[in-house]
């Protein structure tokens, strides 16, 4: 598992491939991210960069809470990844 310090910038990427595993580019692509901010869940959907088969889009995790999980989707036709983590900060990492 890759640790993630809060207020760095997350790249989440994909690659897309048919039920033959072959490439496709699809036509849109999105992240849903889910992290607690302030004490309340919030969900961002933010659109992806289409390169070819492969998929990408940055998060700014300084919004974030660290010690609480942040949930991730991406979706596209011929993509779907999801996954978890935590943030790590310390006392000198000021909280969201």
């Given at each position: 598992?890759?640790?993630?310090?809060?207020?760095s910038a997350i790249t989440f990427r994909a690659t897309c491939k048919n039920a033959l595993g072959a490439?496709?580019?699809?036509d849109q692509a999105t992240l849903s991210i889910s992290?607690?901010?302030?004490?309340?869940?919030?969900?961002?959907?933010i659109p992806m960069q289409i390169d070819g088969d492969t998929?990408?889009?940055?998060?700014?995790?300084?919004v974030?809470?660290?010690?609480?999980?942040?949930i991730w989707h991406i979706r596209a036709a011929?993509?779907?990844k999801d996954g978890s983590f935590v943030l790590s900060a310390s006392a000198a990492?000021?909280?969201a």
């Amino acid at each position: 598992m890759t640790d993630f310090v809060r207020g760095s910038a997350i790249t989440f990427r994909a690659t897309c491939k048919n039920a033959l595993g072959a490439s496709i580019t699809p036509d849109q692509a999105t992240l849903s991210i889910s992290y607690v901010l302030n004490g309340v869940r919030v969900v961002d959907t933010i659109p992806m960069q289409i390169d070819g088969d492969t998929v990408s889009a940055a998060w700014d995790s300084s919004v974030a809470s660290d010690t609480m999980p942040v949930i991730w989707h991406i979706r596209a036709a011929g993509c779907a990844k999801d996954g978890s983590f935590v943030l790590s900060a310390s006392a000198a990492n000021p909280s969201a």
